[in-house]
């Protein structure tokens, strides 16, 4: 669990954690999870996440049905051959073919739209005290998208 030290409801859950956890002996990992930026990798699936989890769906459905196949279908959709037939078949590419380049794209595109169209504004990357709240937001609710 992802706790925010600057925030005083966090504050309050980490002593209340740490208490039981001391109380029973645990075997405990103690990590400092600051970080001044992240990949283009983490950002967007952070940001996917958080889109998830406000919207009310699972970050799959968020990735192929939304990203994917609404948002930039011009990136993701693509068409292969079955293997036995030759038969031209839809497919989506995956997030880790793209170049850095499409990467960014991608994220441009779905920021925008998440605003616009969904009324879901997510983090801009250099935004780090919005992205860290998110993130300790989306790992408290990890279980719900």
């Known amino acids: 669990?992802?706790?925010d030290l600057s925030n005083i409801v966090d504050q309050n859950r980490f002593k209340h954690r740490l208490a039981k956890l001391y109380e029973r002996g645990a075997l405990v990992d103690l990590?400092?999870?600051s970080k001044k930026s992240l990949s283009q990798n983490s950002y967007f699936h952070l940001i996917v996440s958080y889109f998830a989890l406000q919207y009310g769906?699972?970050?799959d459905y968020v990735k192929q049905e939304i990203v994917k196949r609404l948002v930039c279908p011009d990136v993701f959709v693509t068409e292969r051959a079955n293997r036995k037939t030759g038969e031209m078949r839809p497919d989506l590419r995956s997030w880790s073919d793209l170049t850095k380049e499409e990467c960014s794209l991608v994220i441009d595109r779905f920021l925008?739209?998440?605003?616009k169209e969904a009324g879901i504004r997510l983090?801009?990357?250099?935004?780090?005290a919005s992205?860290?709240?998110v993130r300790v937001e989306v790992d408290r609710n990890r279980a719900y998208i």
Request: hydrophobic share 25%.
């Open 1 to 3: 669990m992802l706790y």
């Open 57 to 59: 769906e699972t970050t």
């Open 123 to 128: 983090p801009d990357p250099s935004d780090l």
């Open 112 to 115: 925008n739209w998440s605003s």
């Open 131 to 133: 992205i860290q709240a």
């Open 31 to 33: 990590t400092d999870k």
